[in-house]
């Protein structure tokens, strides 16, 4: 058990003691017995101090992410549009057959997608401080001036895409709004507020607010249980929204950069000669499906990992891990036990490992630490699990990454077209970045962690 500061628990035995000073029927002196007094004591568990492990900042992270949707967009189009220009008597002078992209298509998706790293420069870059100063209203000027030519961009490109397709093609673009709804409902304020879109930073203790109202997530060292369990439900719903921010995002750069051209695949295309619209059939353009469809996978693996790890770095992991030690966690007792003691569960206590306690929901026996949890409830539960162990987090993400670089490796040996080992190539490139950032969390997780791991396994 790791050591610290013992506090005696509050210990709520009104019963006991009126059983002391005497009962006033059978049916108290039989509860009483089986009620025992708190001998031991609640430990202040001790935290590892972890040392400053450096993290992409949110615009360079955009960026990458970025990057990473557009060359996923041109192996796709690589994909469904490759040529076979080197045959002898081959009609086609490049890899490409270039004329067949819808080139509006193209740049609908691409300003679609830098919503993030543009409205990431908007909120972070200021340029100074003062507003009296020349070059904050420069960069206030700029950030205007991008965010109006992005909106007409989009508008018009927008437009072009709706004029060339059919109105059943175009609902493929707003098939999204039905994940974004299932996950957010009908709140707009994950698509903007700076505290839901991108991490909050995380502190060892609490700091005071600085003028511009910073959020700051820190951990509260306490043995009051009410205070942790609000703690815990506060750091829920903020671990939720990150997860929810990752699928989300993962999956609008896996659909709109690799499935969207798919869906648009040659059914409306621009004649470069005559410069008119031509309808051709669907069956005019052959491409491996299972090659395209496993791309638009991997694709979406890749972006999960890569935003799963900018979500959920190790300062961040070690804050809920911290909150777990003080939450504990309750295991029901099946079968009966009429004759074991116990003790009336109250949520003012902060139980000790090993204890006995009646809750309206059965008996419960206490486990961890020290234990805040309520008796019977399956997040506390969940947190527990998941946080309680540093590294269990870490290593299920470095698991999930080394299978799917050990598959794209597998892939990439395996093959013999051309564009398919410059598709594997680049993305899994990608992926040895999120690898390599694992693999030194999780080294010095393993480091810090070594003392308290080994108390625990005592």
Same mark, same amino acid.
């Given at each position: ?159 072009? =895409? @709706?004029?060339?397709? +059919? $109105?059943?093609?175009? %609902? ?7 994940? *974004?709804?299932? !996950? ?112 638009? =996978? @991997?694709?979406?693996? +890749? $972006?999960?990992?890569? %935003? ?7 300062? *961040?992991?070690? !804050? ?139």
């Amino acid at each position: 058990m790791p050591s610290g500061r013992r506090i005696l628990s509050r210990i709520q035995s009104n019963s006991y003691n009126s059983s002391s000073k005497g009962g006033n029927g059978s049916h108290t002196e039989d509860r009483d017995t089986n009620m025992v007094p708190l001998a031991q004591m609640a430990v202040l568990p001790k935290h590892c101090h972890l040392p400053e492990i450096p993290s992409d900042p949110n615009m360079s992270f955009e960026a990458m992410l970025y990057f990473f949707g557009v060359i996923a967009m041109g192996l796709q189009y690589i994909n469904l549009y490759r040529t076979v220009w080197w045959l002898p008597h081959s009609h086609a002078n490049y890899a490409l057959n270039f004329y067949l992209i819808d080139v509006y298509l193209v740049l609908f998706l691409c300003i679609l997608m830098s919503r993030r790293i543009v409205w990431c420069f908007v909120q972070e870059v200021y340029g100074s401080r003062f507003s009296k100063s020349v070059l904050f209203w420069v960069v206030q000027f700029l950030k205007g001036a991008l965010l109006g030519s992005i909106a007409l961009g989009l508008v018009y490109t927008a437009y072009m =895409v @709706v004029a060339n397709h +059919s $109105a059943l093609y175009c %609902l493929f673009l707003s098939c999204p709004v039905i994940t *974004y709804v299932f !996950l957010f409902g009908p709140s707009i304020k994950p698509l903007y507020h700076r505290c839901l879109v991108w991490p909050t930073s995380v502190c060892d203790r609490p700091r005071h607010k600085k003028e511009e109202e910073e959020v700051i997530l820190f951990h509260n060292c306490v043995l009051t249980p009410d205070v942790i369990r609000s703690e815990v439900e506060y750091f829920k719903l903020d671990f939720n929204n990150r997860i929810k921010q990752v699928l989300f995002n993962s999956l609008l750069t896996a659909y709109y950069m690799t499935f969207v051209p798919l869906c648009f695949a040659q059914t409306h295309l621009n004649n470069p000669k005559t410069g008119c619209i031509l309808i051709c059939k669907k069956n005019t353009l052959y491409y491996d499906t299972w090659w395209v469809g496993q791309h638009v =996978v @991997v694709t979406w693996l +890749s $972006a999960f990992l890569m %935003l799963i790890v900018h979500y959920l770095p190790p300062k *961040y992991l070690d !804050l809920l891990h911290r909150t777990a030690l003080h939450l504990g966690r309750w295991q029901k007792v099946e079968g009966r036990h009429a004759h074991v003691p116990y003790n009336a569960w109250s949520e003012l206590t902060v139980w000790p490992p090993g204890a006995l306690v009646k809750h309206v929901k059965g008996l419960f026996k206490a486990e961890g630490i020290n234990v805040t949890a309520e008796p019977g409830n399956g997040m506390h539960g969940r947190f527990f699990f998941l946080f309680h162990q540093p590294m269990r987090v870490v290593n299920w993400l470095l698991i999930l990454t080394w299978l799917l670089v050990g598959y794209q490796f597998f892939c990439l040996i395996q093959s013999t077209e051309w564009n398919h080992i410059v598709c594997i190539a680049l993305v899994l490139f990608c992926n040895y970045y999120t690898l390599f950032k694992l693999l030194r969390d999780r080294i010095i997780l393993a480091k810090a962690y070594k003392e308290e791991l080994s108390e625990d396994d005592r």
